[in-house]
């Protein structure tokens, strides 16, 4: 994800911050100083930090749950509105998929439970309508957000782990597809209703989510869909074969040039036996002409070279698996390794459409 950094490495997966999320320690900070004082920005700040860590607790409960079945976890992102898991896929079984889905709020039930059996923390469940994170002690605030963050997942809306339950629950009855239809426009529904919500009291980071789960379910909706028909289809038919490539050699001016007169986002650079050295994109080569690079650098000092390479034959839906990994394409090479096309998540995009998905 753009805009975030990484913290490090932690059970197998890369755990990153996102920038705004300090915006939201310093707004945090700001307000509490306004109210309270240097005590209550140095207290809410504390919190902030210990409620995301349980945050990263949770999305960890996710990605460790998954392992068990072969799908790794390249890497968390702390976000300002919380933590983002990115799985290579999700389980398509569905007692595979609940028991992820439900592996996050059963870490938060659990932390939950330290806190008021293991510290005697004295959270209410009934005060989970009207948290208050101004009174009570720290223990017993943290113990209720917990809480708090087990139920409002459990909401039966896509893309809520809820929402996963619900669709793994209707694919017992229908296709994947249709169930993952049904549970994405539950999660609009409730993205509808958290914005109206947040409009009509004020509260920006209700619009904020309501946001994000708009645009989440949507986005589940649309790569299931194009999962769906991908699996009929290989990497042959979904690859670009007329396009510009460069050599190690070019300079980024001549790529510059490349940039202008084609329509091309990426170029790959491929070596004199025709065989991939890697790939320019058009974000590496803007970073490249802004800076202090001189024009004349070989095109080899910025391009991408850890690109995924397949066989014509191979599974269009294992290219999805590899650009939702990062890649900024996949390259398809014959059996003597020679680049013969590639795919973009564009072009595969384009394919749904032309398909009727």
Known sequence: MTWSFSLGRLF???????????????WVGFAAYSAQGWAGALHNILFVL????????????????????????????????GGMARLERMPENPGQEIAVALAGPAVNVAIWAVLVVGFGARADPDSLSVIDLTGGSFLAQLALVNLFLAVFNLIPAFPMDGGRVFRALLSLWMDRVSATR???????????LFGFWGLSSGNPVLVLIALFV?????????????????????????????????TPDDSIDVAASELIRTT??????????GTLAGFVTRTALFAALAGDEPRSRPVSGIMDDEI???????????????????????????RGGRMVGYVTRENVGELMVVKGR
Request: hydrophobic content about 50%.
């Open 182 to 192: 049904v549970a994405a426009t539950a999660g609009q529904i409730v993205a509808f």
């Open 50 to 81: 210990a409620l995301f860590a349980c945050v990263i607790a949770h999305e960890f409960g996710h990605a460790l749950t998954a392992r068990r079945y072969g799908i790794h976890t390249p890497d968390i992102t702390l976000l300002p509105i």
């Open 264 to 273: 091309q986002h990426e170029f790959p650079v491929l070596r004199p036996d």
């Open 214 to 246: 708009f645009i989440a379910a949507n986005a589940e909706n649309q790569d299931v869909s194009m999962r769906s028909v991908a699996r009929r289809l290989v990497a042959r038919d979904a690859m670009i074969t007329h396009f510009e490539s460069l």
């Open 308 to 334: 995924p390479q397949m066989t014509l034959g191979a599974g269009l839906e294992t290219v999805l698996d590899a650009l939702h990994g990062g890649a900024p394409a996949v390259a398809v090479c014959d």
């Open 12 to 26: 197998g997966s890369e755990l990153r911050v996102h920038v705004t999320f300090f915006l939201l320690l310093a």
